[in-house]
């Protein structure tokens, strides 16, 4: 994948595998979900706890496209990556690949909608969100 906005390792735990010892495909949403938290604290600078606990918002998935490409095993290091593919005025659609050493492990994309905690209805991106997603998509322009 190309122009990848946020990149974080994260090794693969004995509590994430089967009995075979892989990767049970579910914690990958865990991980994906982790990724994006990391994303606001580190990569846009936007407390995410605040985000969701004083400023009751939050950021589900509607929409969920993975395909899982080649299994992962206890104690390797997945090295999750993300890019912003779409930005709505209420949703933002992310692009994530996941690899280790080098080999592609997943890939998906998911659609999220800011939505109020309050009413549990969707809720315009915030400023602040929707100002670093610009700067964070301006930059790479220039890059490229």
């Not at 998911?110 to 997603?133: H, Y």
Request: hydrophobic share 40%.
């Amino acid at each position: 994948m190309h122009d990848m906005h946020f990149t974080k390792q994260y090794p693969i735990r004995f509590s994430f595998c089967d009995p075979a010892g892989i990767v049970y495909f579910p914690q990958y949403l865990v991980l994906s979900n982790w990724l994006i938290e990391d994303w606001f604290n580190e990569g846009l600078g936007i407390d995410f706890a605040s985000f969701i606990g004083h400023r009751r918002l939050g950021l589900p998935i509607v929409k969920l496209n993975c395909e899982f490409i080649s299994p992962s095993h206890h104690g390797d290091t997945l090295t999750l990556q993300l890019r912003v593919a779409k930005l709505g005025q209420r949703s933002i659609t992310l692009d994530l690949e996941g690899h280790v050493d080098m080999i592609m492990r997943l890939r998906c994309q998911q659609v999220l909608v800011f939505t109020s905690l309050d009413t549990e209805k969707s809720t315009p991106m915030p400023d602040d969100v929707g100002d670093a997603l610009r700067a964070l998509l301006s930059q790479q322009e220039d890059i490229a």
